[in-house]
């Protein structure tokens, strides 16, 4: 599987930005899909994620309210809405593919995931 993800950007604090990771292999819409960020001098962290039906998603406390995890699996795409953003979401976006996870512990762990997208930078300017 691999990923591609784009959508990241300059945006005020307060703005929105949709972040989107196409996936590419036969099988990519049965992973489960996550989005982790990476802040300068920080270790990645846990944003969203989604299982592959799309019925349970889970998101960082830090994140939610503000942000919608959704996919689509006849384009093998899932999407990150970012809304009400700050400063403290300014990083580097990764999604994730991870095949047969379901439990959400395992859901929000980075060492759970297969594969990896290149990341997207997403600066919030206050």
């Known amino acids: 599987v691999q990923l591609q993800a784009s959508g990241g950007g300059l945006v005020q604090a307060g703005g929105s930005l949709r972040l989107s990771c196409a996936a590419s292999?036969?099988?990519?819409?049965?992973?489960?899909m996550g989005w982790f960020r990476q802040a300068p001098g920080k270790e990645r962290e846990f944003v969203a994620a989604?299982?592959?039906?799309?019925?349970?998603?889970y998101y960082a406390d830090s994140v939610k309210g503000r942000f919608t995890m959704s996919r689509d699996n006849a384009k093998n795409t899932v999407y990150l809405q970012m809304n009400s953003l700050n400063s403290e979401d300014t990083a580097v976006y990764y999604c994730?593919?991870?095949?047969?996870?379901?439990?959400?512990?395992?859901?929000?762990?980075?060492?759970?995931?297969?594969?990896w997208g290149q990341g997207t930078l997403v600066t919030v300017s206050s």
């Open positions: 994730a593919a991870g095949q047969y996870l379901r439990v959400e512990s395992r859901l929000r762990s980075l060492n759970d995931y297969d594969y």
């Open positions: 292999g036969r099988t990519a819409s049965t992973y489960a």
């Open positions: 989604i299982r592959w039906s799309g019925d349970s998603r």
